[in-house]
Each structure stands twice: as C-alpha cells, then as structure tokens.
C-alpha cells in the first residue's frame, strides 16, 4: 500500500514536444504528491506538487494532473527543451508519516534537439 | 547557507570499515530526512528527525546503520562494518515547519563505494 508506481522508466521526446510522466498510488491517505527533477550527480530538486484539494497546478511550463478517483497523478512539461533532460521522480506522502515521501522508481527523459 | 549541504560529496571504504555521512540542514528547519538511492533504484526513506530525536527509524535497513542529530541541526548517518552492498548515494533532506511544510529540500548526496 506504500508503493508509488511510476511509468515509464525511460521517455524521449522531440524537443517542443509534451513530455508525459504517469503515476499511480494505493494508499488513500496520501496527501501530498510532488515532483522531483535529478540532474547526473545531483539531488532531487522539487519541481513542483500538488494537494489532493486540486486536479490540476502549472507553474510554467510544467503542469501535475491530479486524478483521486483513479489514484492517479501525471506530469506535463510543456514544450519540452533539451535542458530538461533529467531523471524525473513522483512521490507522495502523508501528514500522519511524518511526511516521509514514498517514491516512484524514476523516469528518465531525454529531449533530442 | 542557501541550501542542505552533505559531506564528503564520495567516500570510498573498505569492506568491514565504519564510515560517518554528514548532513546540514537548511538553517531554521526542523526536520530532517535520510534517504538511500542504489544504482538504478528509486529513492529510499531511512529515518526522519524532528529536532533531535528520531521518532521513524523504519527505514534503516539493518543494526549496522545508524544516525544522530545534535543541536537540531548537523545530522550524521553512521555505518558500521560497511557490506559491498551499502554502496549507494546517501540523500539527506530537510523541511521548515511552516508555510509550505510539506516542501523537502535535498542536499547533493554522499555517493558510497564500499569495496
């Protein structure tokens, strides 16, 4: 029931293209589901999440669909550039955790010029 | 500083060696997370701090691991008698208690050789 499963492992994508990271959790007591961008040798960096109050957040170029029902939620980067290739990371976790974040496995994407 | 900072950046051991990560938190904040990522592996909780104690410690994997945190600040993760296994790069994580409370912000890594 912890698990955040993540698809797919690995995306390319034509640059100015929609890059499309799906995930799915179990656990309905999440509450929290943010999106982490990791650069080689690099930290997570968090990109951007959302609250199950909302179905949908954009900050620029980067959008999270948030569907409850279906207990899934996605990421959406928009007119996608080279520079944002990237191993991407959903997560969720749940405010009676201690928020631990519980992670997807990882997509890598790469955006070909 | 600006953000969580972690040290050494690599460490390379010996087998059956104990080795001390360290962790500085973003000044202010009060929580604290270890996580572990393996080659090819998402990212692993191993234990999560508020001021200094450690009330979730699910997640170290066995006895040989351990963490401490001083002053509600500085946080080092311990590993005794390190297995080939325990290579991986070790994330530390802190979060602020207010506003956006669930935001956690990542430090470089450690990345662990143990050979």
């Known amino acids: 029931q912890q698990q955040v499963k993540q698809s797919p492992q690995s995306l390319i994508v034509q640059k100015g293209g929609i890059s499309i990271i799906n995930c799915a959790y179990e656990?309905?007591?999440?509450?929290?589901f943010p999106w982490y961008q990791q650069f080689p040798g690099k930290g997570p960096a968090l990109l951007i999440a959302?609250?199950?109050?909302?179905s949908e957040k954009k900050e620029g170029r980067f959008t999270i669909s948030f569907n409850k029902s279906a207990k899934q939620f996605s990421l959406h980067i928009m007119d996608s550039q080279p520079g944002d290739s990237a191993t991407y990371f959903c997560?969720?976790?749940?405010?009676?955790?201690?928020?631990?974040?519980?992670f997807g496995t990882g997509t890598r994407l790469l955006v070909s010029p | 500083g600006a953000g969580v900072s972690q040290s050494p950046s690599n460490k390379v051991t010996e087998k059956g060696k104990d080795v001390e990560l360290r962790c500085d938190p973003i000044?202010?904040?009060?929580?604290l997370y270890w996580y572990r990522q393996s080659l090819g592996q998402g990212l692993e909780f191993l234990i999560y701090?508020?001021?200094?104690?450690?009330?979730?410690k699910s997640g170290l994997p066995s006895d040989r691991f351990s963490a401490e945190r001083t002053g509600g600040s500085v946080s080092t993760l311990t590993i005794q008698r390190t297995q080939q296994e325990d290579s991986a790069v070790y994330l530390c994580?802190?979060?602020?208690?207010?506003?956006?409370?669930?935001?956690?912000?990542f430090g470089p890594g450690t990345r662990l050789t143990v050979t």
């Open positions: 000044s202010g904040h009060t929580a």
């Open positions: 656990n309905t007591a999440f509450d929290y």
């Open positions: 701090f508020q001021g200094n104690s450690a009330p979730d």
């Open positions: 959302i609250r199950p109050d909302v």
């Open positions: 997560a969720a976790s749940m405010n009676t955790g201690f928020q631990k974040l519980v």
């Open positions: 994580a802190s979060r602020g208690s207010s506003g956006s409370s669930y935001e956690q912000y």
